[in-house]
């Protein structure tokens, strides 16, 4: 779907992420956690393509979609300047997202930005009676986001910063691991994203403890909808002659099997 | 004096090699895919052709990630010609084509001479396809694409190559990476091509100078988008000079007034490319905007447009 949405709110938050919460009825009646927009909120000829964003919060009843970006570019510089009222395009909601069990724990492993789409996840298994263990990371405290929702959604919610802050700037898969072995809680699922390193972490613990691990990749992206093949990632593919296929994060993905991914 | 003109008179319709295209506005090959994504998008029925994404005689799994930036007003791509292979396409892409009026042109490309007849001679006896593109300016793999494309008798001896395994109309698809792109297009036209498109992508690389690295595991990467369209313009500009098949127009089209550029500069028919991907629905709305064209200038019928560029 090729759409508009209106700007409701750009909300600044402490540190240098922004949340923009946009109206936009459908996508949000459609979308699922771990899905995406490209969304194009300038009108500007040097910035060629939409950008992809991950979904922070759906939320269906007001017809909204709250995205959380970090402004890094000159897209997301003119995203930040947008205000409520102004009209923004949409393409979406995009990508296989997030398959959720029917039943038990899951946990969410984000390194700073990439809690981004976690939040979704936490959101809807929440309300669908999951319990979610949710460990986040960043350089430092302030680089965080969404703690205060997290825990609205989380079970327990654990974090760890660079700066030692936090749990002495401890890996969150051996926080994960502390949770698991030392409190007895069983994880039937774990989504991660943000980090490359924290998605490798998963891949020994999956048959360790028994749970599935599911990464969301991030890519740059042109077309969004699974047509110019631009934003593939490796991904292991018995039966070929390579041994891998090149799959689409937009389309086959961005949600993919950490076990799946070649790094 | 300019006439009023009603706007259901006005005449978008275009002949090209033997295709009759309902308007001259087509997808550039690589940016549509097998257009199952656009599909729930807009009516493909109202394109003037489908263009598919480059068939080769095997399948490839395209080049590594990272495969796309953007630059300043353009976007650099390395994908590699990904694609399930002729097979695979024959059986799985051409029936789901097949459902579509507006003529269907696969465009084809190959590691050497005899892939490239090889590939049109079993798609032509395939069924449904209405013309065959020869990708000989595919920037971005090692073997076959680029090479043919840039010295003229190769050029030539490709598509003669296809020309004799095949009864459909072949397009060749022309590159700018070259000194003097009127050459080649007089060798293909000699060879007895039917019609050229002109121009593929323009070699250009970025370099992350946070990594030093390239941009693209690729190095090397084709430019599209606004930024390559005066160079566009002025290769279709000057072929249209040194040849007498038609043209068709790409490279950096993002609006209808691009368009009109291109046909005044000689082309007869355009292609739309980076625009999709900016929005899914650009080419439709260049298909609309150049019947405003005509009835904001008065008049019918747009073939009075193509190469009426006033020098």
């Known amino acids: 779907m090729y759409v508009k949405g209106k700007i409701i709110e750009q909300r600044k938050l402490r540190s240098e992420y922004n949340i923009l919460i946009i109206e936009q009825a459908e996508i949000a009646r459609k979308a699922r956690p771990g899905q995406f927009i490209m969304l194009q909120a300038w009108e500007r000829g040097d910035i060629v393509l939409p950008r992809p964003f991950s979904l922070y919060r759906i939320l269906p009843a007001k017809g909204q979609l709250h995205i959380l970006y970090k402004i890094r570019g000159k897209a997301t510089l003119e995203m930040s300047r947008r205000i409520p009222g102004e009209e923004v395009k949409l393409i979406g909601p995009l990508g296989n997202g997030a398959d959720l069990p029917e039943t038990g724990n899951i946990a969410l492993l984000g390194r700073g930005i990439g809690a981004a789409p976690l939040m979704a996840i936490a959101e809807t298994a929440y309300n669908r009676g999951l319990v979610v263990y949710t460990f986040l990371s960043a350089r430092k405290r302030e680089l965080i986001p969404g703690v205060v929702d997290f825990t609205r959604y989380s079970s327990k919610v654990v974090l760890s910063t660079d700066d030692g802050e936090e749990n002495e700037g401890r890996l969150l898969t051996v926080l994960l691991e502390e949770l698991i072995t030392k409190e007895g809680i069983k994880i039937k699922t774990v989504f991660t994203c943000g980090s490359k390193r924290l998605a490798q972490g998963l891949l020994p613990m999956e048959t360790k403890y028994n749970f599935r691990a599911y990464v969301l990749l991030e890519e740059v992206m042109a077309c969004g909808i699974g047509s110019c093949k631009g934003c593939v990632c490796k991904v292991r593919t018995p039966g070929t002659p390579e041994g891998h296929a090149y799959k689409r994060v937009c389309k086959d993905g961005p949600v993919f099997p950490a076990s799946e991914v070649i790094w | ?311």
């Not at chain 2, 353009?74 to 799985?92: A, K, M, T, W, Y």
């Not at chain 2, 690389?205 to 390559?228: C, E, F, Q, W, Y």
């Not at chain 2, 993002?254 to 629905?281: I, Q, W, Y």
């Not at chain 2, 439709?284 to 009075?304: F, H, P, T, W």
Request: proline share 7%.
């Open chain 2, 1 to 311: 004096m300019k006439q009023t003109v009603n706007r259901s008179r006005v005449n978008l319709e275009v002949q090209l090699a033997g295709l009759t295209l309902q308007n001259p506005v087509m997808p550039a090959s690589g940016t549509f895919g097998f257009g199952e994504e656009y599909a729930p998008l807009f009516d493909l029925n109202r394109l003037g052709a489908i263009v598919v994404k480059t068939i080769t005689l095997q399948p490839l799994i395209g080049n590594p990630p990272p495969r796309l930036m953007e630059t300043p007003c353009g976007v650099l791509n390395s994908i590699g010609l990904q694609n399930p292979g002729l097979e695979v396409f024959i059986r799985e892409k051409l029936p789901y084509l097949r459902r579509f009026s507006p003529p269907l042109i696969v465009n084809i490309a190959g590691r050497t001479i005899d892939e490239y007849a090889e590939l049109a001679e079993r798609l032509s006896a395939a069924g449904g396809v209405a013309a065959l593109e020869v990708n000989i300016s595919c920037p971005n793999v090692k073997e076959g694409g680029i090479v043919f494309g840039t010295v003229p008798d190769m050029a030539a001896r490709v598509t003669a190559a296809v020309k004799s395994q095949t009864h459909l109309p072949v397009i060749v698809k022309l590159t700018p990476n070259v000194t003097d792109i009127t050459a080649i297009a007089r060798a293909v036209e000699e060879a007895g091509a039917d019609a050229l498109s002109l121009i593929n992508t323009v070699r250009g690389m970025a370099i992350d100078i946070k990594t030093r690295r390239p941009a693209l595991a690729n190095i090397v990467g084709g430019l599209s988008g606004p930024a390559i369209k005066p160079v566009a313009l002025y290769a279709v500009w000057q072929v249209a000079q040194a040849v007498k098949i038609p043209l068709i127009g790409m490279g950096g089209i993002m609006t209808s007034r691009d368009a009109v550029e291109f046909l005044l500069a000689g082309a007869t028919a355009v292609a739309v490319g980076t625009a999709g991907l900016v929005n899914p629905t650009a080419i439709i709305e260049i298909i609309a905007g150049l019947e405003d064209y005509l009835v904001e200038q008065g008049l019918n019928d747009i073939r009075e447009l193509i190469g009426a560029v006033q020098i």
